[in-house]
């Protein structure tokens, strides 16, 4: 019976073991499908299916179909996944303290001009995104490009539209990678703005962000000024 009692536990440590590498990587990447995951980790299809059941159960996980600017091919949809607010505080605590840590150092040796620059850095790889849909997909439209860039970086990004006149567009962030690090330091989302504003090539305005406590980040992006005929 104890040996018996002995595997289990050893399986059971490793299954909890496999879900926090698999919560790592949703985590650091974002809307991730089970196939990723498998190759990922070197899971059978049945494997990795069990562990994401379980996270999902747990209120680690929520699941979507995959939108369909980002499948390949015809076929049934596939689910991807992305970490909920409560998976992803239970995850990233000891990171966010290391981070901010890390942060508060950088500007310390280097002032507000480095960790801008930091900040910066981190949002080139959505402008990338957001080019890159613009050639591959032109019939998009400038916002639908950047949402569609922000969910693939793990902000769960959607559009909204304002007013009945036509006014602009909301565009809602339903997840943050690093609110502890944003509520630290607002720079964080001064320059996210910033980005939004140059891609858009419009004065765009934070309305709300998860950073102040509130459920979802928002920014309002007006509609784009109708040319005057001639």
């Given amino acids: 019976m104890k040996i018996l009692g002995d595997l289990s536990t050893s399986v059971a440590a490793q299954d909890a073991t496999t879900r926090q590498k698999v919560m790592k990587f949703i985590v650091e990447h974002g809307w991730t499908t089970s196939s990723v995951l498998a190759g990922e980790f070197s899971l059978t299809s049945a494997a990795i299916r069990r562990h994401l059941t379980y996270l999902e159960t747990s209120g680690m996980l929520v699941a979507r179909s995959q939108p369909a600017s980002l499948r390949k091919g015809a076929g049934?949809?596939?689910?991807?996944?992305?970490?909920?607010?409560?998976?992803?505080?239970?995850?990233?605590?000891?990171?966010?303290?290391?981070?901010?840590?890390?942060?508060?150092?950088?500007?310390?040796?280097?002032?507000?001009?480095?960790?801008?620059?930091?900040?910066?850095?981190?949002?080139?790889?959505?402008?990338?995104?957001?080019?890159?849909?613009?050639?591959?997909?032109?019939?998009?439209?400038?916002?639908?490009?950047?949402?569609?860039?922000?969910?693939?970086?793990?902000?769960?990004?959607?559009?909204?539209?304002?007013?009945?006149?036509?006014?602009?567009?909301?565009?809602?962030?339903?997840?943050?990678?690093?609110?502890?690090?944003?509520?630290?330091?607002?720079?964080?989302?001064?320059?996210?703005t910033s980005v939004f504003s140059r891609l858009l090539r419009s004065h765009v305005q934070r309305l709300a962000t998860i950073a102040h406590g509130d459920g979802v980040c928002t920014t309002h992006i007006p509609a784009p000024q109708r040319k005057e005929s001639q």
């Fill in 76 to 192: 049934r949809p596939a689910r991807e996944y992305a970490a909920t607010t409560r998976g992803r505080q239970t995850f990233s605590q000891a990171y966010d303290t290391f981070a901010i840590s890390a942060v508060e150092t950088l500007r310390r040796l280097g002032g507000e001009e480095a960790v801008t620059g930091f900040f910066e850095e981190r949002f080139q790889a959505i402008e990338a995104r957001f080019a890159e849909l613009r050639v591959l997909e032109p019939e998009l439209s400038e916002t639908e490009s950047l949402s569609i860039a922000l969910t693939q970086d793990g902000f769960m990004a959607g559009l909204e539209p304002m007013g009945k006149g036509g006014t602009g567009e909301q565009l809602c962030q339903h997840n943050c990678p690093y609110p502890a690090i944003a509520a630290r330091f607002p720079e964080l989302c001064s320059v996210e």
